[in-house]
């Protein structure tokens, strides 16, 4: 459900520089004060949410700079070379220019410090041997959009470069059909709706995201809810949890998660996002699913083709962690 790499500081070599005049370009004032960076570097860092200044995340580079103390958590440089790895992958449709897959959750995208190996990446390399697109770079080869490592669902890589560039264009466009399933706590009001914010680094902890006031990048997020489990005795009162179908407009990273917190229905099991506990019978059904990561499943993809222009989409259901918990929570 998202593009973009998590950064973590404590792996990361920290810039700190103080602009002293404001008024030009963000990312024309940072080139100046961090010479060592290109502006096209600095650019693609700050749409990382790596940037920020005196403590608040930066993000847009055409804003007006402020004067202030910048800082920018420098992402480490994965310089192996990822290797094939014969891990078992569930396609659901092949060709000679792309690969579409029901990721399991667990299973990270691409390789990155901490995990290197076991990825998405490792599999296709050993899956689809030279073929695969080398756009994405060495650490990515194929990769044009991200799932979670603990969010399950379908994904879409590139086996050919026209491929790639096709399908990142579609991406880029947000002209892909994209919707999750998760199960929250509680349920969003009202049932259905769209969520528009701003998303961005959290400024209280680097690893999260946050709804931001201002900076950020625009988020848009529709949901239904599909149903609700554990309701109140007396009426008006929230019930216990929800499945809620989401439907993405733009991918940033985190999204959803992040959205369905801040409407006060984080996902079940999200380690993140999951602010309060669930109902102890919510809790109960959780631990006899087995549910160890966030209950959120990719499960829709669809899109026009890039090479042959046909139209495919794909759907697969939850898999048993999320579907053992959803019988649970019906006999609530």
Do not use: W
Not at 80 to 105: H, N, R, S, W, Y
Not at 173 to 198: K, V
Not at 229 to 248: D, E, I, N, Y
Not at 300 to 306: E, K
């Amino acid at each position: 459900m998202s593009d973009e790499p998590l950064i973590d500081d404590d792996d990361a070599t920290v810039l700190e520089a103080r602009l002293a005049t404001g008024g030009a370009r963000l990312d024309k004032a940072l080139a100046e004060i961090f010479p060592e960076l290109s502006r096209a570097r600095l650019q693609a860092l700050l749409a990382e949410g790596v940037v920020s200044r005196d403590g608040q995340a930066v993000s847009i580079g055409s804003a007006k700079a402020q004067t202030g103390l910048y800082r920018i958590a420098l992402p480490p440089v994965v310089s192996a070379t990822p290797a094939p790895e014969a891990i078992p992958l569930t396609v659901l449709f092949e060709d000679a220019d792309l690969i579409v897959i029901d990721k399991p959750a667990g299973m990270a995208a691409h390789p990155a410090p901490g995990c290197e190996t076991g990825t998405l990446v490792n599999a296709l390399l050993a899956h689809c041997g030279a073929s695969l697109s080398g756009i994405g770079g060495v650490a990515r080869p194929g990769i044009v959009h991200r799932l979670d490592k603990d969010t399950s669902g379908v994904m879409v890589a590139a086996k050919s470069d026209r491929a790639h560039a096709g399908l990142s264009a579609l991406f880029a466009a947000h002209d892909i059909e994209r919707t999750y399933i998760a199960l929250t706590r509680g349920a969003p009001s009202p049932m259905t709706g769209r969520i528009e914010t701003l998303i961005g680094r959290s400024s209280s902890d680097r690893k999260k995201m946050a709804v931001l006031r201002s900076g950020g990048r625009s988020a848009v997020t529709d949901y239904v809810v599909q149903k609700v489990f554990g309701l109140p005795a007396k009426a008006g009162g929230a019930p216990m949890a929800a499945r809620v179908a989401c439907t993405l407009h733009t991918g940033r990273t985190h999204q959803i998660r992040v959205h369905l917190a801040s409407k006060g229905a984080p996902i079940l099991g999200d380690p993140a996002y999951g602010s309060g506990s669930p109902a102890a019978a919510v809790r109960a059904a959780i631990a006899g699913a087995g549910l160890a990561r966030q209950a959120l499943h990719a499960a829709v993809l669809g899109f026009v083709h890039p090479i042959s222009g046909g139209a495919l989409r794909f759907e697969t259901p939850p898999p048993a962690d999320m579907a053992d918990l959803e019988r649970a929570l019906e006999a609530l």
